[in-house]
């Protein structure tokens, strides 16, 4: 079941199967009457909440007790992701409006998972060639002008493990933009040509090259 409810939180979603149901068994839940504070503002934030059912509502006194309503959260939605992330206190407090059930998953499981599914997340809609050249644009250490110069120092085999794929591929992407002129190479060494069109494929704005 607890599986089921991250399932619903996009960057849960993109997770196989065993690891969240692995992340599953590590949450905690908890359960809220009508009323009850889930945490309040200001209050360290020691993880990320996430409702299973029932109704929460983020809402923020001011110093003279007037009262803001922010928004009201169902299930599936994550709670004390910015706190969480920057490493504040919560912004606001949460109170359930109905009777309500949250998982709670501790900080550094949080952070470490939230990692990995954007690892699979870029696995899965990333193309090598826009990977590869995200890896050049940040080989470089700095802007890129005509002519630039980045010295590899991986093997195709260990590109490849970094980029998360295989060896032909990265073979192949590094052909597609030589190809198509963005890029030329002497052994290790790999000239940029076309500094636009490299960032261009690093952000995924070019679908000419979407072959690998």
Do not use: K, N, W
Not at 109 to 129: C, E, K, N, W
Not at 132 to 154: E, K
Not at 178 to 200: C, F, H, K, N, T
């Amino acid at each position: 079941m607890s599986a089921e409810v991250l399932r619903r939180v996009p960057y849960f979603g993109v997770l196989p199967r065993a690891e969240l149901r692995r992340l599953a068994d590590r949450c905690t839940a908890r359960r809220l009457g009508r009323g009850q504070v889930l945490f309040e503002e200001d209050e360290p934030c020691r993880g990320l909440f996430i409702v299973a059912e029932g109704l929460v509502e983020i809402r923020q006194t001011s110093a003279r007790g007037r009262e803001q309503v922010f928004h009201t959260e169902g299930p599936g939605a994550t709670l004390g992701e910015g706190p969480l992330f920057d490493g504040r206190g919560y912004i606001a407090t949460a109170v359930a409006l109905a009777p309500t059930r949250v998982l709670f998953l501790l900080e550094t499981m949080a952070r470490r998972l939230r990692r990995f599914a954007g690892i699979v997340s870029d696995l899965a809609f990333h193309p090598v060639t826009e990977r590869l050249a995200r890896h050049l644009q940040t080989a470089a250490a700095g802007p890129l002008a005509p002519g630039a110069r980045i010295d590899l120092t991986l093997t195709h085999a260990q590109l490849a493990a970094r980029l998360g794929t295989v060896r032909e591929l990265v073979a192949r992407a590094f052909a597609q933009l030589e190809e198509s002129g963005v890029i030329s190479r002497q052994r290790s060494r790999v000239v940029i040509r076309d500094p636009a069109r490299l960032a261009a494929l690093a952000r995924g704005d070019d679908d000419t090259l979407r072959g690998v």
